[in-house]
């Protein structure tokens, strides 16, 4: 049985237990189908640019030294994201002729890519000699097509999935009383990291106008608040508005949870809400779904192709009104018959027991033996 090496540069620790966890999913998902899989991978946040260079040279001599001295056992690698993780695999590719698929997730193109030049022939090189080249939704998949020119048949469309197991459907009253939720108060929550992509201000904006005809609305913004500058801000302008409107926003901050109570808060919630400028795909808008919530998400990236025929509610980024008026329908209308079927369609579709039957099969018919 030969191994899978996955390359990532981001990946959970004990102090950083969220950073990249969809990639750890995937790989325990991996494991559980009976793959050997070695990971090498970055499992903290970058701080100073010195440190951020440290980390970098130290995971790339512990690949390319795993690489020399595995290179007969491996069968294939899989890097997560193009670019720099990308040129990991092409290094092995190029050395010890190990085929490698990639997975792209959204900022490796619309931000590292952008950055510079360089960093763009690299991702067009690395996706080029990519034996597959997975997106985790269907504009990456355009971008690729288009911006970088590779082959439609190269280019698979598969989200990193949920587990149904675990986000899914929980009677409302019980996990608000285990969170401490209010029972009778409508209750909104923003998943994520607290930076201004984001969307955050539009939401504070658009919580602002929905509580002038909502007193029972609570907001709960669950997630990093790293980019201490902007949580700052973001914390002013609520003081501020609390200044002119004495004890009526209702909005609490929490850090980010483990997968298990996140499960829980998307059941508490009535409305999960994602107003970011950019989205790869946007997991946590398919966590919801799977877990009852309704979910008003911006028109950008994979988020449109998530939500179509109405599984959730689209509004216009950088938009506070388009954000409020979205809220505002997902809070009053009632999920019908047919939005239910489509949305139990959608989470299928991306369920765990799907993925990992993809995966195995583009590790078979693309790396090197047998990996079962």
Known sequence: MTKVVIFSNMYPSTEHPTYGIFVKNQVELLKNSGLDVKVIAINEPGKG????????????????????????????????????????S??????????????????????????????????????????????VGEKLRNDVLQDYEISPQKVEVMSMGVDTNIFKPMGQEEVRLLLNV???????????????????????????QLKKNHDDLLLYIIGSQKDQRFVDTVK?????????HPGS???E??????????????????VLVLPSYHEGFGLVALEALASGAKVVATNVGGLPYLLQDNAGILVEPHDADSLANGLEKALVDDITRAQQEVIQKVVQQHSYEVIVKRLNDIYEQNGKGSFK
């Not at 009778?184 to 919580?207: F, P, S, T």
């Not at 002013?236 to 002119?244: D, P, Q, Y």
């Not at 901050?253 to 009535?270: C, G, I, N, Y």
């Open 49 to 88: 640019p010195i440190e951020k260079i440290a980390k970098y040279i130290s995971w790339g001599t512990q690949s390319l030294t795993y690489l020399i001295r595995h290179k007969k056992k491996i069968g294939i690698t899989h890097a997560h994201y193009a670019f720099p993780t990308g040129i990991l």
């Open 90 to 135: 092409f290094i092995g590719k190029k050395l010890f002729n190990i085929p490698y698929i990639v997975t792209v997730h959204g900022g490796d193109l619309d931000k590292m890519a952008k950055k510079s030049d360089r960093i763009a022939k690299y991702t067009k090189k690395i996706l080029e000699e990519a034996a597959k080249v997975i997106v």
């Open 182 to 208: 209010p029972l009778n108060e409508r209750v909104m929550i923003y998943v994520g990291n607290v930076i201004e992509a984001k969307g955050v201000i539009e939401l504070l904006d658009a919580h602002y």
């Open 236 to 244: 002013e302008k609520i003081e501020n508005e609390e200044g002119l």
């Open 249 to 251: 926003l209702d909005i």
């Open 253 to 270: 901050f929490r850090e980010p949870v483990s997968q298990t109570e996140l499960a829980k808060w998307m059941a508490a919630a009535d």
